[in-house]
């Protein structure tokens, strides 16, 4: 996690991968999206998915999962080199999130993000705000998931 | 659930609520958003949100869990009253999710969907388009939550 200021526009980076159990899907999908589909291995097969597929929520969390892994290890590294770490900001919201294909048990799914804009907040000077596209590859290279999200990060002082 | 064909723009449900406990919160920020507002009551208080609060993907995923509900409960309604009741459609994505308010610990969430458009998909001609408009609202009548869904729901063959 950097300071707004020391952000590129255009920075890319893999924040890491989630392996999607049969187990791990069954187990999100019974607490928060009970469709067959995500459930129901014999089901599924008999749906436009012909398999079991993972919750659409799932995926999206998983990459939460992947990028807070990734902060906290840049964090610490950072650290390390005593450098000057910013706290995590919060998030005014996502758009355009695409379940473009869908994800099997058994996939793992390769999550990245790309830095596409940094505008200064205007109310809150302390804070900028940062969007970025970001995506869900799986292991043959179908881009199953992606969105752009909005969050806010601390300027230098 | 209904088909497309009988669905009405404007027509608004209330799908439920959620009640977020302290345990649900941290349970499902640390396998998926482990960020200390979500996970740690002390680290919490020291954080602009004062206080335990639920994961973003978390108060997400609620909608999803209220709305299958919904759904489980209207159609098991419709077929004992003999209806024929069609299949759940896939969503090709979401639009617009705002985190508007923070979700404490001990919050209820009351969700509800209305829909907002319907167009029927010019090359799938058994499904068409709904889109709607999606909330969740706390126990203080205060909008924590929305976005725009869109998902393909059967026309009547």
Redesign the interface.
């Known amino acids: 996690m950097s300071y707004f200021d020391d952000i590129t526009v255009g920075a890319r980076r893999t924040l890491g991968t989630h392996h999607f159990t049969r187990e791990e899907i069954i187990a999100f999908a019974q ?5 067959s589909f995500h459930v129901d291995d014999e089901a599924a097969k008999r ?3 012909g398999d079991l597929v993972a ?3 799932h995926t ?3 990459w ?2 992947c990028l ?1 892994a990734e902060r ?1 290890r840049d964090a610490a590294e950072r650290r390390a080199r005593g450098e000057d770490v910013p ?2 900001g ?10 473009l294909k869908p994800v099997y048990a058994g996939d793992t799914i390769t999550y990245a993000t790309e830095v596409r804009e940094k505008v200064p907040s205007k109310s809150k000077p302390e804070w900028g705000l940062l969007m970025a596209y970001n995506t869900g590859t799986n292991q043959h290279g179908d881009l199953v998931f992606d ?1 752009e999200s909005i969050v806010f990060v601390r300027r230098r002082a």
Request: charge should be positive; include cysteine; glycine fraction near 6%.
């Open positions: 607490a928060y999206d009970p469709q749906t436009h998915f919750s659409g929520w999206a969390a998983c939460m999962k807070v906290t706290d995590f919060p998030s005014p919201g996502f758009k355009n999130m695409r379940w969105f």
